[in-house]
């Protein structure tokens, strides 16, 4: 019977090639026309490390290195290899109970997995490490300490402008400019570590592992011949005086304000505190987190930089601008003068001058001394009025473009983020604030630095700097080379932008001589330093705040900025003391010590009470001062112990 | 034994007996890839036993005795004894069912002295031995379906004791009888509603239970539109006509889902469901990820003998013995695996050719259905490693490591060479 049948071996091995034919075309599509199956293959064997460069340092302009690369340790967790350890004294070394121990071990699951290590404590104190190292071998294999490298700040100064790194944030990822960074990669969130952020990082090296199932190392990838070392960070060097801004830090404490440092003939920013600040090394190591949201909340707003962040009417700081323009375009010459009788009368209205004898703005050097608030009213007007420009608005826009080029009323371009542009009296501003009916007598007060007018502190500093320069001034920057650099990334900051280029020597000399006699005989005496011609400004800045909703009248602003020395100027700043009065109270005597500091490289004994009496006075408000833990913070730095001892030596010097 | 004193291999189907012995050092040799670390002392790893690739050497060299043994027996020992073994196969798989040794959730292992030994393998020959046996005796007409059903419960029984032993995957293998069978004259009909029920049992996992119920009734009412005229003549049809219709239905409302919740375990829902694409659980779908990115990422030339990185580093579970196609597919791409498969296909139809030129049923039921067995075997582990089927652990014929899977398929080759070789003879 078996013969009849004899066809259906042909369906048999029809149905075996069919089945063969379904197998051979999947494994077609499979091994020849989806690629991603070889690139899962990568992706599951060969496990990517990344080697971390050692982050670049940062040295002040005699090289002192202002922060350090430190070595602290993350407790790594291996869940599936935690047996039988003494947990409860692991808990006691780390201060957690085991409800806490169960919970981290139960997140690291979570995370992680069983066999793969997930951190179980970050960032240990210097002092649970010593502990943690000596009993290590009670809990290994399931527990390791793994190195982390995070700054530390020596002189525990410098928190304002240094920034700090932390863990790179999902949104910064998705950034295409972070596209090399992982999750849990650090990076620089601010200041200095932010805007130099790949020249500090340095390149990071890879190293190819092959890997188990199980993500087990198994050893190199072909010994190695695909890893990349990894390249150290580039050293940025600044034109910093540490001593200085530690100084400049003890002095604004207690108090709220700023002050901004720089070299005239670089731009470069030899100090730039915001005062009250913060020890840096806070944000750095175990608690940063904590530390941050304590800072971010606290009342004094350490976290601010006010030297780039807030703005203040410059007040009769601004006078020696006003009294700029004018000459530059031509409507006065140093010898002209205006009869003030202790007040400005011509807008309709009584302005009130604080002298009132008559003379004391017989010629612009003179009005300078005795800041006549009637005199520079006059010269906005003169030179807004100017018949030159054909009418106000024209005359405005003149004003304010003089403005602009002296870095006002715009981002400086500092490098560093977050800076504020200040405002000006532009007309569009005018427009909107009296409805686009405005004379020049409308807001008039500019021309004495009150009215619509807020800079930067760095503002301020660097119209110094213009003043100081005779007409120039560089972008005021910190860094002022990088090491091993050859690219063009700090050009911007050595091109000299040339301003007020119509003013004779002889003019600008009325200025400074003004401005010297203000020093020497006028508001700013206590600005003067032995031997050097010092040339000077104060300022008191009337301003107000909404206190429980309310505009109120604040207590002024103290303001001083000046250069020195006269004719060969080496240091511009600027000092704004926040509510403390006077301008001669507090931001002349603290710019003085800065500048006889940084001139002559110590501090005269008569002086040393001085500097004593300005790092001991508090004048913030009780009212910020009793809620701010700022203090208290800063007091629990073990780290930044360079910084007293320094200080120690300047004192005592 | 009244053959003429000869040499020893006279009458071996040489073809059969190479491709046999490619294929087993292959699977000696993928199961060392999959293995194999830098430093590995190969003559240690012999000598202590301490690798698959190493024990499946010693297997080997057993299964080597094994064959010169059966190439020694007179072939009217396999048809005298068929029947005993059945039976002795059957006592077996209960006794393991009864004390069985439990190995990965299945418990159809059988401790013998520090061996462990699946006799649901072995029972595979015992049940072709049997079933060639009962079709090629004289009382037997397989024209019959008395006969028919007996050939089916010949099969079935093992295979539902392998059920209860939880190797699903094994006692699937024996449907591969039924292909015997379709030879020996079983209506192709059967073949026909066979695929059909596959079909149907897919639609109904991957359609919704009312669509199809819909479709089923739509098809019912258009076949009986179109055959109007003949179910005029014969009112039988119409009635065919609605019990095939409810019974698609009722399938796919009641049984199916039933089978899922009630009868299936819950892994093997997982499995099915992963097959089918239903399920994203990336740990359900972990051995058959890990095995296409093995295959897939061999290309067309393969990444070269153990330079391939999933099978090397255990990404690949159950790589020796399940899995030993990803070695091959991932060590020597495309062309290898071409040629690989290619080796089997010569096989089978070898296989086939020498069960036609049998002079006796008995021996061409059995070689028939030592092909649907590999066919089975191979068509289900290579479409498993590729996604194509749920992974259900059956081992590729002779290559996969295992001395119980090894031990049978030599058995099965070699009783089918020694009955080849005395083709002359007439067995009962």
């Known amino acids: 019977m078996s013969v009849y049948n004899q066809p259906r071996k042909r369906v048999i091995q029809l149905i075996i090639l069919g089945m063969i034919a379904l197998i051979v075309s999947r494994l077609f599509f499979l091994q020849l026309v989806d690629k991603k199956y070889s690139k899962l293959a990568d992706a599951n064997a060969v496990l990517k490390k990344v080697v971390y460069p050692s982050r670049g340092m940062i040295y002040d302009r005699k090289s002192r290195s202002i922060l350090r690369n430190e070595a602290l340790y993350d407790l790594m967790v291996t869940p599936a290899s935690v047996k039988k350890i003494d947990t409860a004294y692991l808990c006691h070394i780390l201060g957690i109970d085991k409800d806490e121990f169960d919970r981290r071990i139960a997140n690291a699951i979570r995370r992680e997995g069983r066999v793969r290590a997930s951190v179980f404590a970050s960032l240990l104190t210097p002092e649970t490490y010593g502990k943690m190292q000596e009993s290590m071998y009670l809990f290994q294999p399931g527990f390791e300490l793994v190195l982390r490298p995070v700054r530390s700040y020596p002189y525990g100064a410098g928190a304002s402008f240094l920034g700090y790194i932390g863990e790179i944030s999902p949104t910064q990822l998705k950034n295409p400019a972070y596209s090399s960074y992982q999750q849990g990669d650090y990076v620089g969130l601010s200041g200095l570590e932010n805007t130099y952020e790949d020249i500090l990082m340095g390149q990071r090296g890879i190293q190819y592992l092959v890997k188990d199932n199980l993500n087990r190392p198994q050893g190199p990838l072909e010994n190695g011949e695909f890893d990349t070392a990894a390249i150290a960070g580039k050293n940025l060097r600044l034109a910093l005086d540490i001593e200085l801004q530690l100084l400049g830090e003890k002095m604004m404490k207690g108090k709220v304000g700023s002050i901004v440092a720089i070299d005239p003939k670089t731009g470069g920013i030899l100090a730039m505190v915001s005062g009250p600040t913060f020890d840096p090394n806070l944000l750095s190591g175990s608690y940063k987190g904590l530390n941050l949201g304590k800072l971010n909340v606290d009342t004094t707003k350490p976290t601010m930089n006010r030297a780039i962040q807030a703005t203040y009417p410059p007040g009769s700081t601004f006078k020696p601008i006003t009294g700029l323009i004018a000459l530059d375009e031509g409507v006065i010459n140093p010898s002209f003068g205006y009869p003030c009788h202790g007040g400005y009368a011509q807008c309709g209205r009584f302005i009130k001058c604080t002298h009132s004898n008559p003379g004391h703005a017989a010629n612009l050097r003179v009005a300078m001394a005795n800041s006549c608030n009637s005199y520079f009213m006059h010269l906005y007007r003169l030179s807004v009025d100017n018949g030159k420009w054909g009418g106000v608005v024209k005359g405005q826009v003149k004003w304010t473009e003089y403005l602009r080029t002296m870095g006002l009323g715009h981002r400086l371009g500092i490098d560093i983020p977050s800076e504020k542009a200040g405002k000006i009296p532009d007309t569009a501003a005018l427009n909107r604030v009296y409805a686009g009916r405005w004379n020049s007598c409308s807001e008039v007060y500019v021309g004495m630095g009150q009215g619509y007018l807020d800079l930067t502190p760095l503002q301020m500093a660097n119209a110094m700097c213009i003043i100081a320069n005779r007409g120039s001034y560089f972008i005021p920057h910190f860094v002022e080379s990088i090491d091993n650099d050859k690219s063009a990334r700090l050009q911007k900051y050595k091109e000299r932008h040339d301003v007020a280029t119509h003013i004779s020597d002889t003019a600008f000399n009325s200025v400074i001589l003004g401005m010297e006699d203000v020093v020497r005989a006028g508001t700013a005496r206590g600005a003067q330093i032995d031997g050097i011609a010092v040339c000077g400004k104060t300022g008191t800045a009337e301003n107000y705040a909404k206190i429980d909703g309310v505009l109120t009248k604040q207590p002024n602003h103290s303001l001083f900025v000046g250069f020195a020395p006269k004719d060969d100027p080496k240091i511009a700043i600027a000092v704004i003391v926040e509510n403390a009065g006077f301008g001669a109270t507090y931001a002349v005597p603290i710019a003085s010590i800065l500048m006889e500091k940084y001139l002559t490289d110590t501090i005269s004994v008569k002086r040393r009470p001085i500097l004593q009496k300005m790092m001991e006075t508090v004048t913030m408000s009780p009212r910020m001062r009793t809620k701010s833990k700022l203090d208290s913070l800063n007091s629990v730095s073990y780290i930044a112990t360079s910084g007293e001892d320094l200080l120690k030596k300047i004192i005592s010097h | ?428």
């Open chain 2, 1 to 428: 034994m009244n053959r003429p004193q000869a040499k020893l291999t006279t009458g071996i189907d040489w073809p059969i007996f190479g491709m046999y012995l490619a294929l087993v050092v292959i699977g000696i040799m993928a199961i060392f890839a999959a293995e194999y670390r830098d430093g590995d002392n190969i003559v240690q790893n012999i000598l202590h036993q301490n690798k698959n690739w190493a024990r499946q050497v010693l297997w080997l060299s057993i299964c080597a005795i094994l064959a010169l043994g059966i190439w020694l027996t007179d072939s009217k020992f396999f048809t005298a004894t068929a029947n005993l073994l059945y039976a002795f196969g059957i006592l077996l798989l209960l006794l393991v069912l009864a004390m069985g040794t439990d190995v990965k959730g299945s418990s159809s292992w059988l401790a013998v002295g520090g061996f462990r030994f699946q006799p649901a393998e072995l029972t595979k020959l015992c049940t072709n031995l049997a079933l060639a046996k009962y079709l090629s005796s004289v009382e037997t007409d397989f024209s019959k379906l008395r006969s028919r059903l007996i050939a089916a419960a010949m099969v079935l029984l093992p295979c539902a004791i392998i059920i209860l032993q939880n190797e699903t995957g094994l006692a699937l293998v024996y449907f591969s009888f039924f292909l015997v069978m379709y030879r020996e004259g079983l209506p192709g009909i059967l073949l026909v509603i066979a695929f059909s029920g596959i079909v149907l049992l897919l639609s109904a996992l991957l359609v919704d239970k009312y669509i199809l119920l819909y479709i089923f009734t739509g098809l019912a009412a258009l076949v009986i539109y179109f055959s109007r005229r003949e179910i005029r003549r014969k009112r039988s049809r119409l009635a065919l006509i609605i019990t095939i219709w409810a019974f698609c239905s009722a399938f796919v409302i009641f049984i199916v889902p039933f089978a899922f919740t009630k009868v299936l375990k819950e892994y093997q829902v997982r499995r099915i469901e992963v097959m089918l694409g239903k399920e994203n659980d990336p740990k359900a779908t972990y051995n058959t990820r890990q095995s296409m990115i093995a295959i897939g990422s061999g290309g067309f030339w393969g990444k070269g003998y153990l330079k391939g990185t999933q099978t090397r580093f255990d990404f690949v579970p159950e790589q020796s013995t399940d899995f030993i196609f990803c070695t091959i597919g991932e060590d020597f791409g495309f062309v290898g695996s071409m040629l690989f498969i290619g080796l089997y296909v010569a096989l089978m139809f070898r296989i086939i050719y020498v069960a036609e030129r049998q002079r006796s049923t008995f021996s061409r039921v059995y070689a028939y259905g030592v092909a649907s067995i590999i066919f089975f075997h191979l068509a289900i582990n290579v479409s498993m490693t590729i996604g194509l089927a749920p992974v259900i652990g059956i081992p590729l014929p002779l290559v996969s490591y295992g001395g119980s899977s090894l031990m049978t398929f030599t058995m099965l080759i070699f009783v089918m060479l020694r009955l080849d070789a005395d083709r002359q003879m007439v067995l009962r």
